[in-house]
């Protein structure tokens, strides 16, 4: 047993049944976060050229957030500040780090033997760890990259009582892999490889991978609501569910979806493909592009319309996201789709379009339907807000005995704003930092800093969404601010470098 197994049992963490029956109405929470989608990739966002009825819906139906933010510009350290409830000048995982060990064949092609990204820290307490240690039955199903196969922290290890989808990101670039990852408590040891045997007679690129039948796309949200329809009543759930569209390689079944949209543009977005990267040609990226974002929509729509047929509607908090802004790679053109010209920059930039994300929270009966609202949140806020949710109080003293020198939780719950009850307590700032491109950034109420190699940029936010105007000369005393602030938060990191404010 370990330092955190034996903190959990010595605060009596471990006996989530007596948790549940003082609560035995507590509503389940559904977390679905997708991948490389835009701020303006949604129809209420803005969206003109790509159809997301279901998405739309969701927020005529709830509330639509218009300042919420990702935790990172990038996949790994993103998804490390939902889990972790920590800001990326606090947790672990701040970067993409990969890790790839040994070799093994399947069919025509060869994978790692292992593979994954880098751990989460074993001695901080993740989301689905207080979730499961408080009588909640848990469900992970898309990417996971918060650790690789075998190490420290893999969903079986991490309160996850079942998993489905891809434990490397890497892996996840591809939607007709050699396998994906699986794990159901009580009958697996730990996760394991599930071939996807219509996919490993044929290569992974060029014309041969087109006979790949297996998508990994759709398997994974099939596992998930074959997941979420077989809970059992009054026993309240937490799912995850970390969809890979629209992410990366632009490839799926040519099906209505897709053919929706043949001919659709005016114009074609043609690219030569990547094999280094796993990233196949095509000569339609628009085509490709905007039905998987309606195959996504049409995910999230059979979500809600099962909640609703099974009668869970009312006692289910649905989240709808993105772990960051929209991506330039495997041919995607988000300057074609508006995304950039609404705000500045895309994935891996600290700029408002790479970590400004679409934000939809659904509640029938308790979210005020149609609302929007413009609250400033990140990721990792949704720790505390789900622990509110769910009635868990408390969590950061009892998760780490009241001694908080060496760990941090930097979330403020938004429940308030979603229920419409109590004063919500707002951020002084909020804050990002990432080694591959050495940005950092820090949002406090209506200036923003951007710090790139060290150098300060500030904007006004209000008048000056895209970050046109730098304001760092004529408002030092703000400038200096911010920068203390920085200075304060940010700790250091062996593997993930960042130059601070100058």
Known sequence: MDNKQLLLLGCGLMTAAGVQAQQPNRPNIIYIMCDDLGYADVGCYGQEYISTPNLDRMAAEGMRFTQAYAGSPVSAPSRACFMTGQHTGHTKVRGNKEYRFG???????????????????????????????????????????????????????????????YMCQFQAHLYYPNFLNAYTRGVDEEVRRELLQNNIAFALYGDEYKNRKDYSADLIHQRAMEWIDSQEPGKPFFGILTYTLPHAE???????????????????????????????????????????????????????????????????????????GPHTEGGADPDYFNTEKLLRGTKRSTTEGGIRVPFIAWWPGQIEAGSVNDHQLAFYDLMPTFCDVAGI?????????????????????????????????????????????????????????????????????????????????????????????????????DLFGITLPQ
């Open 250 to 324: 632009l490839a799926q079944p040519e099906d209505s979806i897709f053919m929706a949209y043949q001919g659709a543009f005016c114009t074609e977005k043609t690219y030569g493909g990547d094999q280094g990267s796993r990233y196949n040609p095509t000569n339609i990226g628009h085509q490709q592009f905007a039905a998987m974002v309606t195959r996504l929509d049409k995910y999230v729509g059979e979500v809600l319309d099962l909640l609703s047929q099974k009668g869970l509607a009312e006692n289910t908090l649905v989240i709808f996201t993105s772990d960051n």
């Open 103 to 165: 070799s093994v064949t399947y069919g025509k092609t060869q994978d790692p033997e292992r593979t994954g990204q880098e751990p989460y820290d074993t001695e901080h307490v993740i989301l689905p760890e207080i979730m499961k240690d408080n009588g909640y039955t848990t469900g992970m199903f898309g990417k996971w990259a918060g650790g690789y196969e075998g190490s420290v922290s893999t969903p079986h290890t991490r309160g996850i009582d079942e998993y489905y989808g």
């Open 393 to 493: 109080e408390n969590y950061v003293e009892r998760y780490t005995n009241g001694e908080l020198e060496n760990d941090y939780f930097d979330g403020l719950s938004f429940a308030p704003t979603l229920l419409g009850e109590g004063e919500q307590e707002k951020h002084e700032f909020l804050y990002w930092e990432f080694h591959e491109t050495n940005m950092m950034a820090l949002r406090m109420g209506d200036w923003k800093m951007v710090v790139q190699n060290g150098n300060c940029q500030l904007y006004d936010l209000v008048n000056d969404t895209h970050e046109d105007n730098d304001l760092a000369a004529q408002y030092p005393e703000v400038v200096a601010r911010m920068k203390e602030i920085i200075l304060r938060e940010h700790t250091h990191s």
